[in-house]
């Protein structure tokens, strides 16, 4: 008889969890997509719901592979549009080598036009 109170045990503790896990993965989807039309972090939160959601479902878990890897994809192309722009640039500007002289009434030097 023990053995089944500690079992019904488990199973009202996992339903009750996974009860909570759902409301508050739902209701972070929920606030996340209002969040998308309103001022706030919306990306972050629908992520975080997700992500949430995903300790319990399957689709939610494979929604969030397909999420993080649109996320890599879109991480090597800005990487490679960097590396593509400072390329066409010449690289990030140099420090100046010369530093102009001071004069005492404030002025730089004669030969730089103002």
């Known amino acids: 008889m023990a053995y089944i109170r500690g079992s019904m045990r488990q199973v009202l503790l996992r339903a009750s969890a996974k009860v909570a896990v759902s409301a508050l993965g739902g209701a972070l989807v929920v606030i996340g997509i209002a969040l ?8 972050l939160v629908l992520v975080a719901g997700v992500a949430l959601l995903a300790r319990e479902y399957l689709w939610a878990r494979r929604l969030g592979d ?3 890897a649109k996320m890599d994809e879109l991480r090597r192309r800005a990487r490679r549009q960097r ?16 530093i102009p002289e001071r004069r005492p009434g404030g002025g730089a030097r004669d030969d730089v036009a103002v």
């Open 36 to 43: 998308l039309f309103l001022p706030g972090p919306g990306i």
């Open 66 to 68: 397909r999420l993080n």
């Open 83 to 98: 590396r593509v722009a400072t390329r066409s640039i010449g690289g990030p500007p140099a420090a100046p080598t010369e």
